[in-house]
Structure formats: C-alpha cells, structure tokens
C-alpha cells in the first residue's frame, strides 16, 4: 500500500552518531544537551524568537493556553484535525465555529468577528496544510477585542509569510514534528513566541511548574521531549530544503495533470511553502468517496483530511452545531476534499498511477 505519507528517516549512522553521545553521557531526557542544541538551531533555521520543543503538538498547544491563561470562549476553525478541538474541550473551554474561506480553506475573519462575544478571549486559527492564515487580519481582531491569538501551525514547517516563518505570528504558535510531518522528531513539537517572558513560562509549564528542587510556581505539566526525539530532529534538519523542492516537484506535477478536470486546488497565500499535503476538491461527496474506494483498491492510501468537520464528532451529537453556527463552506470543503499521496521519497511513477486511477473515474 502507498500511503499518503510516509516518515522521512535520515542516515542511520547520524543518527547512532548522536546515540553514542546519549550513552556516554547517560542523560535521556529532562531539557538535556542534545534538546538544547536541537531549540538552538531551530530557533536559526526559522528565524524565530524563541521555541520550547514538546512530547508533542497538543501538549504544546495545551501548554500555550495553559501559559496565556486563556478562559471561556475560544473561536476556531472546525477543518481541522481532532486536537485542535480536543484541547479546547480538555481544558475546560468552550470551541465557538466560524467558518472558513472557501478559496484557502483557511478560518475567516469577518465570521469570526460576528461570532466574538463578551467571553471570548482568544482566537485558534489553523494554517490548514500550511497555508497562512489573514495574519494581518487576526492581528487586528486581537487588537480591537483584546484577545490572544494561538495558531495551530501543526503543518507550517519551512512555510514563510511576508518574508517571516509562519511560526512567529500571534502569541504563540504551535508546530507538529510528528512522524509523518516534513521535519519529524518522530513525536514531537514545539511552541514558537516572540515574547522572552512567555518562553520562560512556557518551559516552566512544561516541566510540571518546577523552577528548583523546592519551587514549584505553576501547575504545570509533563510535556518534555527525549534526548532520543531530539536526537532524531538533529538529523533531520539537515535534508529539510532538500525534503521541500522534492515534494514541490511532485505537487506541481499533480497540479498540472489534474488541471482542467473539474478539480479545484486549494489557494496558496506564499510562495515559500512546504507542499506537504496535496488536497483537491472534488464536485461532490459522491465523486470523493468514489475515488478514494478507487485509489483504495489500486492500492493507494488517500486521506479524507479534514472529514467529518470537527463540529460533526461524535462526542459532539445531537448538538447540530455546524447548523448552529452556520459552517457552509467547511461543509462544503470537509465533504469534497481528499488528500493525495505526497511525500519526499514518492517516486513519481506512483504520481502518475494515481493520476491515471483519478482520471478513469
Ligand atoms: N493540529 C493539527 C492541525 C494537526 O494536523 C495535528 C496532527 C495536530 C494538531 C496534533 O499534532 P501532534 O500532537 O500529533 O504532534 C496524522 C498524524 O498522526 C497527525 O500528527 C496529523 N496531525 C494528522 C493530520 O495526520 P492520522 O490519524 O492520519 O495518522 P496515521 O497513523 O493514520 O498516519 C497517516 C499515514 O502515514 C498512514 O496512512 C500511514 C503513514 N505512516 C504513519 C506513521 C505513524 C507511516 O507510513 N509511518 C508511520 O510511522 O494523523
């Protein structure tokens, strides 16, 4: 079966390279040096602030909410995956739905303005495959309202904006560095600012609120990435621009063969992008289905990212919350969208196959 994504995994001997380190040193986790070096270089090859590494994104975007005290109602996207919502609930907040672009796929402003009440007091777009959100937009809303805003930038790696990372917007902004992501610590993620004073707070929370061996001066949590998962984001650092032309070409290609089909694609706001999905957007539930049973039997592994609308879980039945709040275009997008196999080491006949098995249907 060809997947719609596979891991990228570097060099072995780097990797037992570092190990033999870890051995020497016979220190495995706990903000130890390989961590350390790992937050340092990012930091560089993002251009960012300040970055806390994770156990993972959602514990990162728990961290976040933890770190900005956000309390109430929190406005955010349903396309999204199940840990942008989850965490929400998780932390006792209340998600409010706007709805989104139907051209970037990506959370809009003027609905989530109409839905801002007197508990709102943050805001969780998601820049949905990387793709940048109105950052401008949202910058304002925060301004005007006196909201916080956190990004679920769980896609954005290697993506920039106006010639800054994606990560650095907003008050915080949380990557995933998940197996399956262009830059992977095989779990793991990390929480970018601009602020020193949340960075700090940030690593606190991280490490259960400890501050010594006899202060701890927050209830914090256990969100500390292993010297091992660093270990693997060292490596992997090293093939990323390399990792992103591979993965443009094979984008472009679907792009350009699929073109003219009745398929829509979805609007890039940046050119520095990393393609890491390749959704298209087919003319009805129907035709999607039809072809993701198609490419199945083929032997090809197409992914239905984002579907069901977060807002039609199961946990949330009964509640009719995409009618409630009115949620017409992600239903329209959730209900067409598929994404395609893509990842670095695709080989391109396998491009061509799935194009071809699109086209009988
Ligand atoms: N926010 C957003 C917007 C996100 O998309 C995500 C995660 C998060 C937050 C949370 O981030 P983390 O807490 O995970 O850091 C996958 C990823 O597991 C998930 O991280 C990602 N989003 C989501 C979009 O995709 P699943 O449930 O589709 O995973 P799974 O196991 O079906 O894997 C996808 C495909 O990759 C499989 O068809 C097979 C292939 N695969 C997978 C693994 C793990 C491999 O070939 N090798 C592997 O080792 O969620």
Redesign the pocket.
């Known amino acids: 079966m060809i997947?719609?994504?596979?891991?990228t995994l570097p060099n072995i001997d780097d990797y037992i390279e570092i190990l033999e380190g870890i051995w020497d040193r016979k220190w495995i986790t706990n903000n130890g040096q390989v961590l350390k070096d790992l937050e340092k270089k990012l930091c560089r090859y993002l251009n960012v602030d300040y970055l806390t590494l994770t156990t993972?994104?959602?514990l990162a975007l728990s961290i976040s909410l933890i770190g900005t005290a956000t309390e109430g109602e929190v406005i955010t996207t349903p396309l999204?995956?199940a840990?942008?919502t989850n965490i929400l609930l998780f932390h006792g907040l209340k998600p409010v739905f706007a709805d989104i672009d139907l051209d970037t796929y990506n959370l809009d402003p003027r609905d989530v303005e109409k839905k801002i009440t007197k508990k709102t007091t943050a805001i969780m777009p998601?820049h949905v495959y990387g793709n940048p959100c109105d950052v401008k937009a949202f910058e304002k809303l925060a301004k005007k309202y006196n909201l916080k805003i956190i990004y679920?930038a769980?896609?954005v790696f290697g993506c920039r904006y106006n010639g800054k990372s994606l990560a650095s917007y907003g008050d915080g902004s949380v990557l995933?560095f998940?197996?399956?992501k262009l830059f992977n610590t095989i779990?793991g993620?990390a929480l970018v600012t601009n602020s020193k004073r949340l960075k700090n707070k940030f690593d606190l929370i991280r490490n259960f609120g400890i501050k010594s061996e006899t202060e701890v001066v927050l209830p914090g949590i256990n969100a500390k990435m292993s010297e091992f998962q660093a270990a693997m984001g060292l490596c992997n650092l090293k093939n990323i621009d390399e990792n992103i032309k591979k993965n443009k070409k094979l984008y472009k290609k679907y792009k350009r063969d699929l073109k003219g089909k009745n398929i829509g694609f979805q609007k890039l706001m940046t050119d520095d992008y990393n393609y890491i999905y390749m959704p298209i957007l087919l003319e009805t539930k129907k035709l999607r289905d039809r072809i993701y049973n198609h490419l199945y039997e083929n032997g090809y592994?197409a992914?239905k990212?984002f579907y069901p609308l977060t807002t039609d879980f199961d946990y949330f039945k009964g509640q009719n919350l995409t009618k409630k709040y009115n949620l017409v275009n992600a239903k329209y997008v959730s209900d067409r969208v598929l994404c395609l196999p893509l990842y670095p080491n695709l080989e391109e006949s396998h491009v061509d196959k799935v194009i071809s098995l699109i086209k009988e249907i």
């Not at 997947?3 to 891991?7: A, E, F, L, N």
């Open positions: 997947y719609v994504s596979q891991p993972n994104a959602t999204t995956f840990a942008t998601v679920d769980a896609h995933s998940h197996a399956v779990e993620g592994s992914r990212y």
